[in-house]
């Protein structure tokens, strides 16, 4: 679902991302893990396709990007830090905006349906800044969805939610990466992701530094896979 | 809490797409529906503007302390530059909303032409401007006893507000990028809208004093090419400006 070969990104004079290579199967669920600065959120920023590659090959549903951007939005649904919501409408509303912007059939009916998913319907017709961060980040993962993705990208959800919040917002992460969807998160928390996802890569000095499906660990301490990959990059 | 299953569309997504000006058109009147919506509600940007443009009126109202006669030869030069920092003030509250919480990204992410989302964000300007401008005008025909209502004046600010609109959204959507957003936008913006600016302050007062249309026409037709080449270049370059 997901190739890329050889990636590079390059800020001025600094490469962020050196030569990376990524494939992720059709329904898979891998969690890029890694510390600040490893460049997670500049990668799933190029997959996004909200950033040009410097270098090298990108490819999703079988589109390339930067060139065939518009196609491979049509299978994206992305979540990050921000909830990408304008807090002077309501859920409804902001859910009606973004399914216009992807012309979804049957439009009033999938808010229906998407609101009931997030357990957002009884607060449809509040404004968004009266929602709290957990509720703006399930609604987040509503918008996200609404014209039913195949490839869903989270960049670290869990930033600045309490831990109900948190584990509310696993349980809809599993409702919705449960429905064949392929799914890549970024996460610095090794404990928030070790549940949720099928393999974990570790993103470390710009490229892909070990990778390990769930089953292939064995019982064995994410921390210490992460912690050799670490030290193995270094 | 019981969820209802989310049936994944098997559909390619290439196939899942309408006709491509349909979806354009559809875009576009969601950006404008969606401004104007949160306007409604939050009513910031415009009160803010209007404000401001009263302001600038009350401010050249008791600096200048003019004769008639010599009001009514500054009145369209005042009038323009109410617009313009009135405006310039609304395009850069407009595209911070955009940015503040990264709905920019929500916008950009959206599988439509980007020039969609230019579009749609200079007609909610425009609609923004031209709110202000029609408030504007009856206020400062009291304060400064000059009737304003000419169907040729009110054409010509029409066009003028395209063009400035045209431009600045550009700029905006480039300056919003920026820490300095606040201070950047101006400095872009009044060198390069400057033809606009002068070609509608020489028509107005075409107007306002009563000249030959032969006279305001040249002004007229720069406004109209203006504003074309302003349209055309955002147009062009709008993808280019908002892609990191």
């Not at chain 2, 425009?126 to 054409?155: C, D, K, Q, R, W």
């Not at chain 2, 957003?181 to 033809?195: A, T």
């Amino acid at each position: 679902m997901i190739q890329v070969r050889k990636l590079v990104k390059r800020f001025g004079m600094k490469a962020v991302l050196r030569g990376l290579d990524f494939e992720v199967a059709e329904g898979e669920f891998v969690a890029l893990i890694g510390p600040n600065g490893a460049g997670k959120t500049t990668f799933l920023r190029i997959l996004a396709s909200l950033s040009r590659p410097s270098l090298g090959e990108v490819t999703i549903a079988g589109y390339r990007l930067p060139a065939e951007a518009a196609a491979v939005r049509h299978s994206l649904g992305v979540v990050s830090h921000q909830p990408l919501l304008y807090g002077d409408l309501t859920a409804e509303e902001n859910l009606r905006f973004y399914g216009r912007l992807y012309s979804v059939d049957g439009l009033e009916r999938r808010i229906d349906t998407v609101l009931e998913t997030v357990g957002l319907a009884a607060r449809r017709r509040d404004l968004v800044r009266t929602f709290s961060r957990g509720m703006q980040q399930r609604l987040a993962i509503g918008r996200a969805i609404l014209h039913d993705p195949g490839v869903l990208l989270f960049d670290e959800p869990h930033t600045g939610l309490d831990q109900d919040a948190c584990d509310m917002l696993d349980g809809l992460l599993r409702t919705v990466s449960g429905q064949g969807r392929t799914v890549v998160m970024t996460s610095h928390d090794l404990a928030r992701v070790e549940d949720l996802a099928s393999r974990f890569d570790v993103l470390a000095r710009g490229v892909i530094a070990a990778s390990a499906p769930r089953a292939a660990l064995q019982g064995a301490n994410l921390l210490d896979f992460y912690r050799r990959a670490l030290t193995e990059a270094a | 809490m019981s969820r209802p299953p989310l049936a994944r569309t098997a559909v390619p997504p290439a196939e899942q797409t309408r006709p491509a000006a349909g979806s354009y058109l559809r875009a576009i009147g969601a950006i404008l529906w969606k401004d104007l919506a949160a306007e409604f509600r939050s009513r910031e940007l415009l009160s803010g503007m209007l404000v401001f443009a009263l302001l600038v009126i009350l401010v050249f109202n008791f600096a200048l302390e003019l004769d008639f006669s010599a009001r009514q030869a500054v009145t369209s030069g005042v009038l323009w530059v109410t617009f313009a920092f009135a405006g310039t003030l609304g395009l850069n509250r407009s595209m911070a909303v955009e940015k503040d919480r990264s709905c920019l990204d929500g916008l950009l992410l959206a599988p439509v032409d980007r020039s969609a989302i230019y579009f749609g964000k200079a007609l909610s300007n425009l609609a923004f401007m031209l709110v202000v401008e029609a408030i504007v005008l009856p206020v400062y025909s009291v304060l400064y006893g000059t009737s304003l209502f000419n169907a040729g004046l009110i054409g010509v600010i029409l066009l003028g507000s395209v063009g400035y609109v045209a431009v600045g959204t550009l700029l905006a959507a480039m300056a919003v990028q920026a820490r300095t957003r606040d201070v950047l936008l101006p400095i872009l913006l009044f060198p390069v809208v400057l033809p606009v600016l002068v070609s509608a302050v020489k028509a107005s007062s075409g107007f306002l004093q009563g000249a030959a249309m032969g006279d305001i026409l040249p002004w007229i037709n720069l406004l109209i090419v203006y504003d074309v080449i302003f349209i055309a270049v955002a147009f062009m370059v709008f993808d280019f400006v908002v892609e990191e």
